[in-house]
């Protein structure tokens, strides 16, 4: 269990926190951007994470920087973009040996801050902007992500339900923007993406690992003292608190496997609401192969190819997706209704409930298993009133009452119904 998390305030709106954690014998340094999700900037600001991570002035070339990595016993650089509830996440990581390995009791960890500091504050640029070259392989790469994403459609369906239930709120722009819009992006566009960035983003600064954090804050507060922070962007999610009407939407493609996608409004989302008892819930309702779906409408009824639910605390929402035949579609939407309300009357056992307690204690206590979970943790934490571990989460799980769980169901409302068929049975 990690014992040590320490938070040191940088500068306006920048937080670095130390994970201690002395379990691995690699240590991991990440400087998260958080800026409110748009449609307008989403693309520009997604390319900027994998640009960084290219070069940077003291190393312009991909092969001085894979030297420098080289040096300090073969770390590595990772670009990563996601949302948390309607904010788009970007983010940089650094990854190298713990310094209680170092041969020559090298600090590996204040290097790879050095390194971080560098990539985020003092790009490469040519006629002051990022490298063309760079700009065309970083688009291409984006849009490659983009398509793998179209041309999975289980993936594809639940993006597209997300995006059509809340296509008048910031949480309907999907993480990358759209491809159109990153195929039309512009060297100035990307550029001044990154000056908001530097400006004007929330930041998290995030060291998991047993090294002394010391040298990383002192390099980052160095590199912040340079940058003219200005107002802070706000990073806040609209949350619905119940569907006023069920909206439907239907899609035909190439497809030999149908899909079904539900999304549903709580209303209860962090940092508000007994979100502890939703996603309990929610793990009761399908997320689990104890829970209801996966029982009842795949397994009994053989209604689904598969069939699962999800929550996501940060907006407030719980989909279901399921693989269907085109003739049971209705059959499966109808019995996937009859077991929420199962659970919204309490229609379950004490056995049921211990299954879906262990099996969501179990996937906290995981996260602790590798830096990369550890990070995550505590980063989607960010917008909580109060940080707990892997552990205390996993412990007030198994704190909560069958009361509880049926008083949160009752808040579940359908609000968007989606099926993807192909072209021969629509």
Same mark, same amino acid.
């Given at each position: 269990m990690?014992?040590?998390?320490?938070?040191?305030?940088?500068?306006?709106?920048?937080?670095?926190?130390?994970?201690?954690e002395?379990?691995? $014998?690699?240590?991991?340094?990440?400087?998260?951007?958080?800026l409110?999700?748009?449609?307008?900037?989403?693309?520009a600001n997604?390319?900027?994470? =994998?640009?960084?991570?290219?070069?940077?002035?003291?190393?312009?070339?991909?092969?001085?920087?894979?030297?420098?990595?080289?040096?300090?016993?073969?770390a590595?650089?990772?670009a990563q973009? =996601?949302?948390?509830?309607?904010?788009?996440?970007?983010?940089?990581?650094?990854?190298? !040996?713990?310094?209680?390995?170092?041969l020559?009791k090298?600090?590996?960890?204040? *290097?790879?801050?050095?390194l971080?500091?560098s990539?985020?504050f003092?790009?490469?640029?040519?006629?002051?902007?990022?490298?063309?070259?760079?700009?065309?392989?970083? $688009? &291409?790469?984006?849009?490659?992500?983009?398509d793998?994403?179209?041309?999975?459609?289980?993936?594809?369906?639940?993006?597209?339900c *997300?995006?059509?239930?809340c296509?008048?709120?910031a949480?309907?722009?999907g993480?990358?923007?759209?491809?159109?819009?990153?195929?039309?992006l512009?060297?100035g566009?990307?550029y001044? +993406?990154?000056?908001?960035?530097?400006?004007?983003? &929330?930041?998290?600064?995030?060291?998991?690992?047993?090294?002394d954090p010391?040298? +990383?804050?002192?390099?980052?507060?160095?590199a912040?003292?340079?940058?003219?922070?200005?107002?802070i962007?706000?990073? +806040?999610?609209?949350?619905?608190?119940?569907?006023?009407?069920?909206?439907?939407?239907?899609?035909?493609?190439d497809?030999?496997?149908?899909?079904?996608?539900?999304?549903f409004?709580?209303?209860?989302?962090?940092?508000?609401?007994?979100?502890? +008892?939703?996603? !309990?819930?929610?793990?009761?309702?399908?997320?689990?192969?104890?829970?209801?779906?996966?029982?009842?409408? &795949?397994e009994?009824l053989? !209604?689904?190819?598969?069939c699962?639910?999800?929550?996501?605390?940060?907006?407030?929402?719980v989909?279901?997706?399921?693989?269907?035949?085109?003739k049971?579609?209705e059959?499966?939407?109808?019995?996937?209704?009859?077991?929420?309300?199962?659970v919204?009357? /309490?229609?379950?056992?004490?056995?049921?409930?211990?299954?879906?307690?262990?099996?969501?204690?179990?996937?906290?206590?995981?996260?602790s298993? =590798?830096?990369?979970?550890?990070?995550?943790?505590?980063?989607?934490?960010?917008?909580?009133?109060?940080? !707990?571990?892997?552990?205390?989460?996993a *412990?007030a799980?198994g704190?909560?009452?069958? *009361?509880?769980?049926?008083?949160v169901?009752?808040?579940?409302?359908?609000?968007?119904?989606y099926?993807?068929? /192909?072209?021969?049975?629509?």
């Amino acid at each position: 269990m990690t014992k040590n998390i320490t938070r040191i305030p940088i500068c306006d709106g920048v937080t670095f926190h130390s994970i201690g954690e002395k379990r691995f $014998k690699t240590g991991r340094l990440t400087a998260a951007m958080l800026l409110p999700l748009s449609a307008e900037t989403a693309s520009a600001n997604a390319v900027l994470p =994998y640009l960084l991570r290219r070069s940077c002035r003291r190393y312009p070339t991909f092969r001085a920087l894979n030297e420098k990595l080289s040096s300090l016993y073969g770390a590595s650089l990772q670009a990563q973009v =996601y949302k948390l509830g309607e904010v788009q996440v970007l983010a940089v990581s650094a990854v190298g !040996l713990d310094d209680r390995y170092a041969l020559e009791k090298e600090e590996v960890a204040g *290097e790879l801050a050095e390194l971080l500091c560098s990539i985020l504050f003092d790009p490469a640029f040519e006629n002051g902007q990022f490298r063309q070259e760079d700009i065309d392989q970083e $688009k &291409r790469q984006l849009i490659e992500q983009i398509d793998s994403e179209f041309n999975d459609k289980r993936i594809y369906a639940q993006i597209r339900c *997300e995006e059509l239930m809340c296509r008048d709120e910031a949480f309907g722009v999907g993480r990358f923007g759209t491809k159109k819009q990153v195929e039309a992006l512009t060297g100035g566009e990307i550029y001044s +993406a990154w000056r908001r960035a530097l400006s004007s983003a &929330r930041m998290e600064l995030m060291m998991v690992g047993g090294s002394d954090p010391q040298k +990383a804050v002192e390099g980052f507060q160095k590199a912040f003292a340079q940058v003219s922070r200005k107002e802070i962007l706000p990073c +806040a999610t609209q949350i619905i608190a119940k569907a006023d009407r069920v909206k439907e939407f239907h899609d035909v493609m190439d497809v030999a496997q149908a899909k079904l996608v539900m999304g549903f409004r709580t209303g209860i989302a962090v940092p508000g609401g007994d979100v502890t +008892a939703m996603r !309990l819930m929610s793990a009761l309702f399908g997320g689990t192969p104890h829970s209801k779906l996966f029982l009842n409408v &795949r397994e009994k009824l053989s !209604l689904c190819y598969y069939c699962s639910s999800s929550y996501d605390r940060h907006k407030g929402i719980v989909m279901v997706q399921s693989g269907v035949e085109q003739k049971n579609i209705e059959k499966a939407r109808e019995e996937i209704l009859r077991q929420l309300q199962a659970v919204q009357e /309490g229609d379950f056992s004490a056995e049921d409930l211990d299954a879906a307690k262990m099996s969501v204690a179990n996937s906290f206590r995981t996260m602790s298993d =590798y830096l990369g979970g550890l990070e995550a943790w505590y980063l989607s934490q960010a917008f909580e009133k109060t940080v !707990l571990t892997p552990e205390q989460s996993a *412990e007030a799980v198994g704190g909560v009452t069958k *009361e509880q769980v049926v008083k949160v169901a009752q808040t579940v409302s359908l609000d968007t119904v989606y099926q993807l068929t /192909g072209k021969e049975e629509a």
